[in-house]
């Protein structure tokens, strides 16, 4: 049923611990019900049911109110209706930043993946690269165990990821020359952020992982670009074992590594079958309202959304 947005303020004003709606004047000034039988069935729900039931998912004034656009005044906007709510059903908001150089993530590289968990690249190619210069000062590899897990603090895999995928046991023919890469597809979780499923690459990948072997760093002392990077048969999780350990294997002068970021196309099926995985295991997981925003210039770029568990329970 779609309610308007500016119901939830009205009907938090007038208190849903009974009803003070007359037989014939169906809603709130007959905003919400047509009929009698749906407004019998709402002047019978519990307070928290008629709550839920109008509850908004979408927070499109964040677009339109000039002070609620920027990205701070919007998330402290919603949290406060979120409060109002007195839902039961823990729900958070959270700022998606867009990644700058200067983004607390943006030492990440992002690996798009298909279905069967092999490397696409952006366009569907075959190739991905990453958007800025890598700054390192001289050959710094890192080792102390605070460090590399202060890199990828914010990079770490989803709960998909952990909790219903979890690792797969592989028997990758290249082992027996790679011993390394079933270490790494052990123990995948420690080192790769995003949503993905171990899988093993091709011969035609495993080719280009030896050419990339042997040529090593395309990274130095100083600051540089670092080119397309050509992952075409190689799964997700050995392109970014390539990238990280034998292409930038160098901190840069943050004191950060070159990570990883897994993830299957915005709208595929995979996307659809991991919300339906996250429910049918009962995965302990927040309902989020997520605010996209411009890291520049604090801005909001797109209508804050609930997504999670609990994103059906209406719209304005």
């Not at 007038?14 to 919400?32: H, K, Q, R």
């Not at 964040?62 to 656009?69: G, R």
């Not at 996209?292 to 304005?316: C, E, H, I, Q």
Request: charged letters at 25%; a negative charge; aromatic letters at 8%.
């Amino acid at each position: 049923m779609k309610i308007a947005s500016a119901l939830l303020r009205t009907i938090l004003a007038f208190s849903l611990a009974s009803s003070v709606i007359s037989d014939t004047n169906y809603g709130f000034a007959g905003e919400i019900f047509s009929n009698e039988a749906d407004f019998e069935a709402f002047d019978h729900m519990s307070v928290g049911d008629r709550i839920i039931l109008v509850n908004k998912n979408k927070w499109p004034e964040c677009m339109i109110d000039s002070k609620l656009n920027n990205a701070t005044e919007c998330k402290a906007h919603i949290d406060v209706e979120l409060e109002a709510m007195q839902l039961e059903v823990p729900i958070e908001s959270v700022i998606i930043w867009t990644r700058t150089k200067d983004s607390p993530t943006s030492n990440a590289i992002v690996i798009p993946i298909d279905e069967n968990n092999m490397c696409v690249g952006r366009s569907g190619n075959g190739y991905i690269s990453y958007d800025w210069e890598w700054c390192s000062q001289g050959r710094d590899v890192l080792s102390d165990p605070d460090d590399i897990a202060a890199s990828r603090k914010l990079l770490k895999p989803s709960k998909w990821t952990t909790e219903v995928a979890g690792t797969k046991q592989l028997q990758c023919y290249y082992y027996a020359f790679y011993p390394e890469l079933r270490e790494w597809h052990t123990n995948i979780h420690q080192y790769v952020g995003g949503d993905y499923e171990n899988a093993c690459s091709t011969r035609e990948g495993m080719r280009k992982y030896e050419a990339a072997r042997l040529f090593g760093s395309v990274v130095d002392d100083g600051c540089q670009m670092i080119p397309p990077i050509d992952c075409g048969g190689l799964s997700g999780v050995d392109a970014c074992n390539m990238v990280k350990k034998h292409m930038v294997p160098y901190a840069n002068i943050d004191g950060k590594n070159m990570e990883c970021w897994l993830s299957y196309a915005k709208g595929s099926r995979k996307e659809r079958l991991i919300e339906r995985d996250l429910d049918r295991n009962n995965v302990d997981r927040r309902s989020t309202v997520k605010i996209y925003a411009s890291w520049n210039s604090k801005r909001v770029t797109g209508v804050p959304v609930m997504t999670g568990p609990r994103k059906t329970l209406g719209s304005d």
